[in-house]
């Protein structure tokens, strides 16, 4: 395998070519490759994917289909539309969404079945999965950006990306009309791209 | 399109929020509105970013070394990548 250069970056433009040059080595079949992109992405997809389903044998196969996607389609990859990491994320978001859905349908379990606080007021004791620092430095400034929102942006937020609610079931949730959900939705994206420009 | 509607629908779109006839004019209208896709393409990136939030745990090596496997298993089948998908997702 072609070395990929600065692997550990603290450069988001440099993550990202190296995700990307990661991504095509992948599609040219370079089993190593495959393994670092694993390496350089499997914590926070798995972690995600735990928190939306609430089942590590779940999350585990989620995260199992999106690598393989990711191995099958590689050379499908645009790097003008995103980054490689955000294909994975919807990757892996759009199956974990559609499984708590297909859950809810069968179950009727609507209520329970969406995370009610992500628990970062209190040390809810979960263990560190990021030995990266890398991904160590970015995750903690993107926990900070989320804290630095006002509650109400923050709760629709964390509703629509790890509920998997729709809009209207959002504005249920939160009692309070649907265009108000929306409009809080778009503030609390734009507040994060603020903060998190240097990153993006 | 107002830069407030560009942003709005990007955001909801970034968070599989819109769904039927509203994905569908929002597809249509991006294709149409390259300061639409570029809100919509920097809104996504930050839409990643959100995994971040949930509480971190590490993947099991097991599931590595399933994976593995299995790409020995494709490559021993079909090579390259790619040879035996029969579609393609849209990347990005």
């Avoid at chain 1, 070519?17 to 370079?30: F, K, N, P, S, Y």
């Avoid at chain 1, 729709?166 to 994060?192: D, F, H, N, S, Y």
């Avoid at chain 2, 509105?33 to 839409?47: F, G, I, M, Y």
Wanted: aromatic share 6%; net charge negative; glycine share 8%.
């Amino acid at each position: 395998m072609a070395e990929a250069p600065l692997l550990l970056t603290n450069d988001p433009g440099e993550r990202d070519r190296t995700d990307a040059l990661l991504l095509g080595l992948v599609a040219e079949g370079d089993r190593e490759a495959f393994g670092r992109l694993y390496d350089r992405f499997s914590g926070p997809l798995y972690s995600a994917a735990l928190h939306i389903l609430q089942d590590a044998a779940e999350a585990q196969d989620i995260v199992h289909d999106a690598f393989i996607t990711l191995w099958e389609k590689a050379s499908s990859f645009e790097r003008t539309r995103g980054s490689a990491f955000s294909w994975a994320v919807t990757l892996v978001r759009n199956r974990a969404i559609d499984r708590i859905r297909m859950r809810r349908r069968r179950a009727e379990l609507l209520a329970e079945s969406v995370p009610e606080d992500l628990g970062y007021g209190t040390d809810n004791g979960a263990p560190s999965a990021d030995d990266a620092a890398v991904q160590g430095d970015n995750a903690r400034l993107v926990r900070a950006a989320i804290a630095a929102l006002p509650a109400e942006q923050r709760r629709a937020l964390e509703l629509a990306f790890f509920g998997g609610l729709t809009q209207e079931e959002i504005a249920r949730r939160l009692e309070e009309p649907l265009g108000t959900v929306k409009a809080r939705i778009r503030r609390g994206l734009l507040k994060l791209r603020e903060a998190l420009a240097p990153q993006l | 399109m107002s830069r407030e509607v560009r942003e709005e629908s990007s955001a909801l779109h970034a968070l599989g929020l819109l769904a039927g006839d509203e994905l569908a004019r929002f597809r249509r209208e991006c294709h149409a509105d390259p300061a639409l896709r570029e809100v919509s393409c920097v809104l996504r990136e930050v839409t990643a970013h959100l995994v971040h939030w949930a509480p971190p745990y590490a993947a099991p090596e097991a599931l590595r070394e399933r994976l593995l496997e299995g790409i020995d298993l494709r490559r021993g089948t079909a090579g390259r990548p790619g040879r035996e998908a029969s579609g393609r997702e849209p990347a990005g």
